[in-house]
C-alpha cells in the first residue's frame, strides 16, 4: 500500500503538469499498472494533484499538493440585499411566518395590498426582486430568523423506570383494531411552556376504530391523578375498553 501511494502521488504530480496527449499516455500506463476503470483513475489523478482527501482500496489519505490559484474562481454577486431581506422579513411577519413554499407564490398578491395598505414601503427595485424570489432563496434568507423563533423544550414526557416484561405487552398482531375498545391515551400540558410548579394536563382518550373520544382534566402528571382520570374515563366510554396504547412516559 506504501509503495502503491507513492507511485500514485509520483504520477498525479505529471498528470496535473502533462498536456492533453500526454494525460492520455500517463492514464493508460496508471490503469495497466494499478488495474482501476480508466474514469475512476483519471478522478483520482485529479485530486491527487489538488491535495484532496482520497482513498485507495477503501483506505483514507489526505495527499497535501500544490496549492489551487483562487483568481480563476467565480463569486455569485449578491442579488437579494439588506433592503430585499428587511422586507421579507417584514411580509413573513405579517402572514404568520408561513415556510418558502407557501409565501413564494402569494408575495405577488400580498406586496401590492401591503403596499396600498401603507404596512410596506419600498423601491420599485426592491418590489421586482421580492416578487421573483425563489421559495428556496426565501429558506435561506430567513434561515437565521428562523432558528430565533423556534420553539425548544416543549415535551416533557420522559421514559418509564418499569421494564417492558412486568407489564403484559401485546404485538401488532394481537391488536384488533376493527372492533372498538382499542383506545390511544396521551396527556396535553397548559403550562404555557413553562414547566415550573403545578399545572393542570388533559388526559385524551380516543378509540382508533371508531373514533370516539372523551378528555377528562386532571390535576397534575403524577401517576395518582392519571390513574385517577383513567378510571373516570373508563366510566365515560359506552363501550368496555378493553386495549390502551400510549407513549413511554413516567406517568402511564
Same mark, same amino acid.
Given at each position: 500500500m506504501a509503495v502503491k501511494k507513492k507511485i500514485s502521488r509520483i504520477v498525479a504530480? *505529471? #498528470?496535473?503538469?502533462?498536456? $492533453? &496527449?500526454?494525460? /492520455? *499516455? !500517463?492514464l493508460d500506463e496508471f490503469v495497466k499498472v494499478f488495474g482501476y476503470r480508466r474514469c475512476y483513475a483519471s478522478w483520482l489523478l485529479r485530486m491527487? /494533484? $489538488? /491535495?484532496?482527501?482520497? #482513498? !485507495?482500496? *477503501? $483506505? *483514507? #489519505? %489526505? %495527499? &497535501?499538493?500544490e496549492k489551487t490559484s483562487q483568481k480563476g474562481i467565480r463569486k455569485r454577486p449578491i442579488v437579494y440585499g439588506q433592503e430585499v431581506v428587511d422586507a421579507l422579513k417584514k411580509v413573513w411577519y405579517i402572514l404568520d411566518m408561513p415556510c418558502g413554499k407557501r409565501l413564494a407564490p402569494y408575495l405577488k398578491e400580498i %406586496?401590492? !395590498?401591503l403596499e396600498t395598505k401603507g404596512e410596506l414601503k419600498i423601491s420599485n427595485e426592491v418590489k421586482e426582486k421580492l416578487i421573483k424570489i425563489s421559495a428556496a432563496s426565501i429558506d435561506r434568507l430567513l434561515k437565521e430568523e428562523r432558528k430565533r423563533w423556534r420553539i425548544k423544550k416543549r415535551s416533557y414526557t420522559k421514559p418509564g423506570s418499569l421494564l417492558k416484561k412486568q407489564i403484559p405487552i401485546k404485538t401488532f398482531a394481537d391488536w384488533n383494531e376493527n372492533r372498538p375498545g382499542f383506545i390511544e391515551i396521551d396527556l396535553v400540558d397548559h403550562s404555557g411552556g413553562l414547566a415550573r410548579g403545578i399545572y393542570a394536563q388533559t388526559l385524551d382518550a380516543t378509540d382508533v376504530f371508531c373514533g370516539w373520544t372523551e378528555t377528562i382534566c386532571v390535576e397534575n402528571k403524577s401517576?395518582? &391523578?392519571v390513574f385517577e382520570g383513567l378510571r373516570k374515563i373508563e366510566k365515560q366510554f359506552p363501550f368496555p375498553i378493553v386495549g390502551i396504547d400510549s407513549d413511554n412516559g413516567a406517568e402511564f
Amino acid at each position: 500500500m506504501a509503495v502503491k501511494k507513492k507511485i500514485s502521488r509520483i504520477v498525479a504530480e *505529471r #498528470y496535473c503538469k502533462a498536456r $492533453k &496527449k500526454e494525460k /492520455g *499516455r !500517463i492514464l493508460d500506463e496508471f490503469v495497466k499498472v494499478f488495474g482501476y476503470r480508466r474514469c475512476y483513475a483519471s478522478w483520482l489523478l485529479r485530486m491527487l /494533484g $489538488k /491535495g484532496h482527501v482520497f #482513498y !485507495i482500496d *477503501r $483506505k *483514507r #489519505y %489526505v %495527499v &497535501k499538493g500544490e496549492k489551487t490559484s483562487q483568481k480563476g474562481i467565480r463569486k455569485r454577486p449578491i442579488v437579494y440585499g439588506q433592503e430585499v431581506v428587511d422586507a421579507l422579513k417584514k411580509v413573513w411577519y405579517i402572514l404568520d411566518m408561513p415556510c418558502g413554499k407557501r409565501l413564494a407564490p402569494y408575495l405577488k398578491e400580498i %406586496v401590492p !395590498i401591503l403596499e396600498t395598505k401603507g404596512e410596506l414601503k419600498i423601491s420599485n427595485e426592491v418590489k421586482e426582486k421580492l416578487i421573483k424570489i425563489s421559495a428556496a432563496s426565501i429558506d435561506r434568507l430567513l434561515k437565521e430568523e428562523r432558528k430565533r423563533w423556534r420553539i425548544k423544550k416543549r415535551s416533557y414526557t420522559k421514559p418509564g423506570s418499569l421494564l417492558k416484561k412486568q407489564i403484559p405487552i401485546k404485538t401488532f398482531a394481537d391488536w384488533n383494531e376493527n372492533r372498538p375498545g382499542f383506545i390511544e391515551i396521551d396527556l396535553v400540558d397548559h403550562s404555557g411552556g413553562l414547566a415550573r410548579g403545578i399545572y393542570a394536563q388533559t388526559l385524551d382518550a380516543t378509540d382508533v376504530f371508531c373514533g370516539w373520544t372523551e378528555t377528562i382534566c386532571v390535576e397534575n402528571k403524577s401517576q395518582m &391523578k392519571v390513574f385517577e382520570g383513567l378510571r373516570k374515563i373508563e366510566k365515560q366510554f359506552p363501550f368496555p375498553i378493553v386495549g390502551i396504547d400510549s407513549d413511554n412516559g413516567a406517568e402511564f
